[in-house]
């Protein structure tokens, strides 16, 4: 395969996926089966996990003997192709897994490319005093075996690779089943960055056909050296529990709070860019508004006007019957309310069609008035609807946006000017991302200051990882010298 694709191959390959996924026949899902295109095969990502880790640790080899400015130079080459090809991406991730919105999905693989930090990350800390001169440094693990969601299928390999890369690191991904095709395509780009930027040809791995048994051999593998997880809570606690040294970047359900010394109408606009961005796949995008009951009908006008469509109490009850399924747990028998994987990161004209109603494609959130207990409040949708609950007060808003956030201390959100009910909603949420006022996605990056990722480590307190969170701390201890004062 070419290690440069011109913009006319990438346009043949990406046709030929686009084609095959319309069809959707067995036989077409096996001819996309995530390890080659139109007869460009894809590099780095093999028939077994055994395979995989050999070739990731034969990367990780390659990265241990490179100086910090070749391993700069693949990352410099990863971001000009993840610029290059961020909306082929974007085409890719949104025809295989059928959600999100393709403009946002470009979007996010530019931010990725701009705001992932590379090797500068890394620094050495130095204590010096009597004894002498004590050297501190973020050493690489080894091999990193990287569990990836469907939500940022693309945007997290590359995220990850970049971080992990330039910490010193080899990597092997097990992506998300329904999104081999996408997050295979990010590996394969890394390598080509590698090769084009003198390194190795694999440099980073994935397998064709990723399940749980291919995610327990990596568990079990004794060259992986830690896990990386960004998934929903059933896969975080899985490599939580592996025995390994593990970070978990989990589910979360932000809350947003507006109070009455908010910009209301700015309010309005901010929250509803923030809700309907990739139609809400972003585990930081806001999912259930409290707002103060004098300026509620001001925010429901000023969402209105920014493209939100509203829906009263009957039709919400209609739609959640619809998003939400019930499914039995195999092993506890145990019947519980789950979000219906063809309605996650669905555009918002899609799911109001499914209760009969229908918009144009200016609509891009589906609003409606809900009490606290309702199934919109309290499931992590991934999908453009948007619950409203007003509230008399502060403290009835910071109670019960708590409660709504269910201890996952991810993301909470809150437009105000009143500086002690800022600080009262963040120390009582304890939230990693707390973003005021301004759209979820300042967050991570995007209109918002500080650097961005696709992994989010509330559970293991990395926070937003980047390239040092991928490290152990080593230390070396010079005794008597190189105190030069
Ligand atoms: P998911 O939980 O369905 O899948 C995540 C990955 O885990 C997939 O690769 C899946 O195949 C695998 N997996 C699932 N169960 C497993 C198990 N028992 N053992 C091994 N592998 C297993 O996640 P998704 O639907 O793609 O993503 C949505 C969820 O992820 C949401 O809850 C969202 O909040 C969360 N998320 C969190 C972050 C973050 O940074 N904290 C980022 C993205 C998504």
Not at 89 to 106: W, Y
Not at 120 to 134: E, H, P, Q
Request: aromatic share 6%; proline share 4%.
């Amino acid at each position: 395969m070419a290690m440069n694709w011109t913009e006319a191959q990438i346009e043949e390959v990406v046709a030929s996926v686009l084609k095959n996924l319309q069809k959707e026949t067995p036989a077409m899902q096996a001819a996309y089966d995530g390890s080659q295109y139109n007869g460009k095969k894809y590099i780095g990502v093999f028939a077994d996990m055994n395979d995989a880790i050999d070739a990731a640790t034969a990367g990780y080899k390659a990265v241990r003997a490179m100086r910090l400015e070749e391993r700069e130079k693949i990352i410099d080459a990863i971001r000009k192709l993840t610029r290059a090809e961020a909306s082929v991406m974007a085409r890719l991730g949104v025809a295989e897994t059928k959600m999100g919105r393709v403009e946002h999905k470009t979007a996010k693989h530019i931010l990725v490319a701009d705001k992932t930090p590379g090797t500068a990350d890394i620094v050495a800390s130095v204590k010096t005093g009597d004894y002498g001169l004590t050297l501190t440094e973020m050493a690489p693990f080894g091999v990193v075996g990287s569990i990836t969601p469907s939500t940022n299928p693309s945007e997290t390999v590359i995220c990850n690779s970049i971080g992990m890369i330039a910490a010193g690191n080899g990597v092997v991904f097990n992506p998300h089943p329904n999104a081999i095709a996408t997050s295979n395509y990010a590996v394969d780009l890394v390598n080509r960055a590698s090769a084009m930027a003198g390194g190795p040809k694999v440099l980073v791995a994935s397998v064709v056909k990723p399940t749980l048994d291919t995610a327990q051999i990596m568990y079990k593998h004794a060259n992986i050296r830690l896990l990386v997880c960004t998934g929903g809570p059933g896969v975080v606690r899985s490599v939580l529990s592996s025995g390994k040294k593990a970070i978990g970047a989990g589910a979360g359900n932000p809350p947003v709070i507006v109070d009455d010394t908010a910009d209301v109408v700015k309010a309005g606009k901010d929250i509803i860019d923030g809700c309907s961005f990739d139609n809400n796949l972003p585990c930081i995008a806001e999912k259930e508004v409290f707002v103060f009951r004098n300026v509620a009908d001001q925010l429901i006008s000023s969402m209105l006007a920014n493209g939100a469509y509203k829906i009263n109490a009957e039709q919400a009850a209609k739609l959640a019957n619809i998003v939400l399924v019930d499914v039995k747990n195999p092993k506890t028998g145990i019947v519980k309310k789950t979000v219906s994987r063809d309605c996650v990161g669905r555009d918002a004209a899609v799911l109001l069609e499914k209760i009969g109603i229908k918009v144009g494609s200016d609509i891009r959130c589906i609003i409606c008035e809900t009490d606290f207990d309702h199934p919109f409040v309290q499931h992590e949708l991934m999908m453009p609807i948007l619950p409203i609950v007003r509230v008399d007060n502060i403290d009835q808003a910071i109670d019960l946006a708590v409660k709504a956030e269910h201890g996952n201390r991810h993301t909470a959100h809150m437009h105000s000017k009143n500086i002690d009910h800022l600080t009262r909603f963040a120390r009582a949420v304890e939230t990693t991302i707390f973003v005021k006022n301004a759209p979820s996605y300042a967050g991570i990056g995007f209109g918002g200051e500080g650097h961005t990722t696709f992994t989010i480590a509330g559970p293991t307190g990395e926070g937003l990882t980047s390239a040092r969170s991928f490290t152990r701390y080593r230390r070396c201890v010079m005794s008597d010298n190189f105190r030069i004062i």
